[in-house]
């Protein structure tokens, strides 16, 4: 509907993240694991490396440039098949995106506006009021496509999983390994070691370039993988940066009360023997 009209009045930014890819499937951890694997394998899973990243330690500080790499990864992948309802359109401004990108990323969705005057479901297109939803209607149709397990929000994902953002990170990196001997792989699964059991339904959703990054950073699965789970972690913590500075100050404030303290105290029983 008017979509070339659409498309002139969209910044380039915006065309690229509302390009959607044509991967089979999007960024599910560890809900998508197929029913009765081996009993043998007590460890859930591959304890992932521990990767160093901006935003952790008491400085530290979200990569913007690879938070908005990383929404497109989820927009253009992981948004096939995750919402993050706590996460709204105009939300996305606080990646340092322009207005008229935030509005045309939001308009270009449609969520629910009741029904019509036939009494079916009508849309609407979205607003920056509004959530990212997943993109199915209820739970059961989740599950239902997704091998019989609904794809988790995402909006928490980097604070609540298991590992946090470095088992993230591996297991969107960790398909293609030879499974160790004496493990057999059903059928319709893949091989991971960072997924429950070391099998998943999902195939692997990142693809050398399988996105397009605005800025021409090469989209390797490596890079990809990063980006978003960056994205996933500001998306849990987006204020982190302004607390870690407002904590800063704090401290720097205690500190120069302290010294004054300190000094008064002895100008005030210097005289005293």
């Known amino acids: 509907m008017h979509e070339r009209g659409q498309q002139q009045g969209r910044t380039p930014f915006a065309r690229n993240v509302l390009r959607r890819g044509v991967l089979l499937s999007c960024l599910v951890i560890p809900s998508c694991l197929a029913g009765g694997a081996s009993a043998a394998w007590a460890r859930d899973y591959r304890d992932p490396p521990r990767q160093d990243w901006s935003f952790r330690g008491p400085l530290g500080h979200f990569d913007m440039a690879s938070v908005q790499r990383g929404y497109t990864v989820y927009a253009q992948v992981c948004s096939a098949c995750h919402g993050m309802k706590s996460l709204t359109y105009g939300d996305l401004a606080g990646l340092g995106l322009k207005e008229a990108d935030v509005n045309a990323i939001a308009g270009a969705h449609h969520v629910p506006a009741g029904v019509d005057g036939s009494g079916h479901p009508a849309t609407r297109p979205a607003n920056t009021d509004d959530h990212l939803l997943s993109p199915y209607p209820d739970a ?8 019989g397990v609904a794809p988790p929000d995402q909006s928490r994902l980097a604070v609540v999983h298991p590992g946090g953002v470095d088992r993230i990170d591996a297991f969107l990196t960790g398909y293609g390994q030879t499974p160790p ?8 699964l893949f091989y991971n070691p960072y997924a429950a059991n070391g099998q998943t339904a999902m195939p692997p959703p990142l693809h050398d370039g399988g996105v397009t990054y605005p800025d021409g950073t090469p989209a390797t699965v490596a890079q990809q993988a990063r980006d978003v789970t960056t994205f996933l972690a500001w998306v849990a913590s987006p204020h982190l940066t302004e607390r870690h500075r407002v904590g800063v100050g704090a401290v720097v404030f205690l500190l120069i009360l302290l010294i004054l303290s300190i000094c008064l105290k002895r100008r005030t029983w210097s005289n005293v023997h």
Not at 140 to 147: F, K, L
Not at 181 to 188: D, F, L, N, Q
């Open 140 to 147: 059961h149709a989740a599950a239902a496509a997704n091998h």
């Open 181 to 188: 001997p004496g493990m057999t792989v059903a059928p319709g």
